[in-house]
């Protein structure tokens, strides 16, 4: 026994026709072949179930008639003026039957333009992986790609014939690669739309194929293009190259290339944002007694101020050192110095003694301390006092 109509679509017997619409496109796109294609058997008998519904409720008069004689109404040889499905209604290839509800959901799918006609489409986009330094990605640069792509045959020009063999548009398709099919079912006739049998989906009818591109037209070539990496770029950041993709079909525009970069590592410079940071080493000495050093930028060597008692890990900032803003490239960051603080590994006779005496001054537990017989020997009365007090 067939399904309730309403219960097909999910609305109410008091539903109004743009409910009736709005729910019939909604199911149509949920039971679409194309949409279904793990188990299109299912799909092609839920689709017509749906269709078949709308093709009833969608009409006053025959909605009236449903609601008064349920299925009865649109037996065949029921009694009813209006006859079945394929008779007085027109069937579902008769006018405002399955044809034109098919071209409805044809268009709701993309179909546009026409039932089984393809329009010009979008070539495919291309992905380039490149590597470049950490100083081009501060300041930018202009590079080359080798891209592998499709593009227009050198010997036959585009037209996928040998030259001066005859390029005819199909007759079956008109051009557009695609054909429709008309099959009579119980529920009436159905239109399909698959490639075309004659021309394989090209469109045209080639006398001669190419003996290069085998009659396709193009060939896949290598190309190299330059592109522009701009100041300030970072490491995973994408560039699209607008028009370098795969060419477009039936005279659609190119693809994009989008050129994805990576960033090596610097020897001195990390990133941080739009600031750079570097660690600098210094000794002792020019952390306790300050001093003036030079330090290396990404632009060259600068002088840094060094203040008496720096402890490590002290972090310094040079203004305006760092990297340029992506979209406002006169502004840039900043560079951030961070002292480490030298301990000396080895140390002379002169600098122990001069070490145990800065400890004595401070101090500091120098019993601690091992100093040889000759510093000891070197040493004042007073610090060896201190020292071997015990």
Request: net charge neutral; hydrophobic share 30%.
């Given at each position: 026994?067939?399904?309730?109509?309403?219960?097909?679509?999910?609305?109410?017997?008091?539903?109004?026709?743009?409910?009736?619409?709005?729910?019939?496109?909604?199911?149509?796109?949920?039971?679409?072949?194309?949409?279904?294609?793990?188990?299109?058997?299912?799909?092609?008998?839920?689709?017509?179930?749906?269709?078949?519904?709308?093709e009833v409720l969608s009409d006053d008069t025959k909605k009236a008639q449903?609601?008064?004689?349920?299925?009865?109404?649109?037996?065949?040889?029921?009694?009813?003026?209006?006859?079945?499905?394929?008779?007085?209604?027109?069937?579902?290839?008769?006018?405002?039957?399955?044809?034109?509800?098919?071209?409805?959901?044809?268009?709701?799918?993309?179909?546009?333009?026409?039932?089984?006609?393809?329009?010009?489409?979008?070539?495919?986009?291309?992905?380039?992986?490149?590597?470049?330094?950490?100083?081009?990605?501060?300041?930018?640069?202009?590079?080359?790609?080798?891209?592998?792509?499709?593009?227009?045959c050198d010997h036959c020009h585009g037209t996928g014939g040998e030259p001066?063999?005859?390029?005819?548009?199909?007759?079956?398709?008109?051009?557009?690669?695609?054909?429709?099919?008309?099959?009579?079912?119980?529920?009436?006739?159905?239109?399909?739309?698959?490639?075309?049998?004659?021309?394989?989906?090209?469109?045209?009818?080639?006398?001669?194929?190419?003996?290069?591109?085998?009659?396709?037209?193009?060939?896949?070539?290598?190309?190299?293009?330059?592109?522009?990496?701009?100041?300030?770029?970072?490491?995973?950041?994408?560039?699209?190259?607008?028009?370098?993709?795969?060419?477009?079909?039936?005279?659609?525009?190119?693809?994009?290339?989008?050129?994805?970069?990576?960033?090596?590592?610097?020897?001195?410079?990390?990133?941080?944002?739009?600031?750079?940071?570097?660690?600098?080493?210094?000794?002792?000495?020019?952390?306790?007694?300050?001093?003036?050093?030079?330090?290396?930028?990404?632009?060259?060597?600068?002088?840094?101020?060094?203040?008496?008692?720096?402890?490590?890990?002290?972090?310094?900032?040079?203004?305006?050192?760092?990297?340029?803003?992506?979209?406002?490239?006169?502004?840039?960051?900043?560079?951030?110095?961070?002292?480490?603080?030298?301990?000396?590994?080895?140390?002379?006779?002169?600098?122990?003694?001069?070490?145990?005496?800065?400890?004595?001054?401070?101090?500091?537990?120098?019993?601690?301390?091992?100093?040889?017989?000759?510093?000891?020997e070197n040493l004042s009365d007073k610090v060896k006092q201190l020292f071997?007090?015990?």
């Amino acid at each position: 026994m067939a399904r309730d109509y309403y219960d097909v679509l999910g609305v109410n017997k008091n539903a109004s026709q743009d409910e009736i619409k709005k729910a019939f496109r909604k199911k149509a796109r949920q039971y679409h072949p194309d949409v279904n294609r793990d188990n299109p058997e299912e799909a092609e008998k839920n689709f017509k179930e749906v269709n078949e519904a709308y093709e009833v409720l969608s009409d006053d008069t025959k909605k009236a008639q449903y609601d008064q004689y349920g299925h009865d109404a649109f037996t065949a040889g029921g009694g009813n003026s209006a006859g079945g499905f394929g008779g007085g209604f027109g069937g579902f290839g008769g006018a405002g039957g399955f044809d034109d509800i098919f071209g409805n959901i044809f268009d709701m799918f993309g179909g546009g333009g026409g039932r089984g006609q393809r329009g010009p489409e979008r070539g495919a986009d291309l992905r380039q992986d490149v590597r470049i330094s950490f100083r081009d990605a501060v300041f930018g640069t202009t590079m080359k790609v080798n891209v592998q792509r499709h593009e227009e045959c050198d010997h036959c020009h585009g037209t996928g014939g040998e030259p001066g063999s005859k390029v005819e548009t199909c007759p079956n398709c008109h051009g557009s690669g695609q054909e429709a099919v008309i099959q009579n079912t119980p529920f009436g006739r159905m239109q399909t739309v698959r490639t075309c049998s004659r021309c394989g989906g090209q469109g045209k009818i080639i006398e001669k194929p190419c003996k290069v591109c085998r009659g396709q037209g193009q060939a896949i070539k290598r190309r190299d293009i330059e592109i522009k990496i701009p100041a300030g770029v970072d490491d995973g950041a994408r560039l699209r190259v607008s028009g370098e993709g795969e060419p477009g079909t039936l005279g659609g525009p190119k693809g994009d290339l989008y050129v994805y970069i990576s960033v090596a590592r610097d020897k001195e410079f990390e990133r941080s944002g739009n600031d750079v940071v570097l660690r600098q080493t210094i000794s002792f000495s020019q952390a306790a007694l300050g001093a003036t050093i030079q330090v290396p930028t990404l632009e060259g060597k600068v002088e840094l101020k060094i203040p008496e008692g720096t402890q490590t890990g002290t972090a310094f900032r040079i203004k305006g050192q760092g990297v340029p803003y992506l979209r406002q490239p006169s502004q840039r960051g900043d560079q951030h110095v961070v002292v480490t603080v030298e301990t000396p590994k080895k140390l002379t006779d002169k600098q122990r003694q001069l070490l145990v005496e800065f400890a004595a001054e401070n101090k500091e537990d120098v019993n601690t301390l091992k100093v040889n017989k000759s510093i000891l020997e070197n040493l004042s009365d007073k610090v060896k006092q201190l020292f071997c007090q015990d």
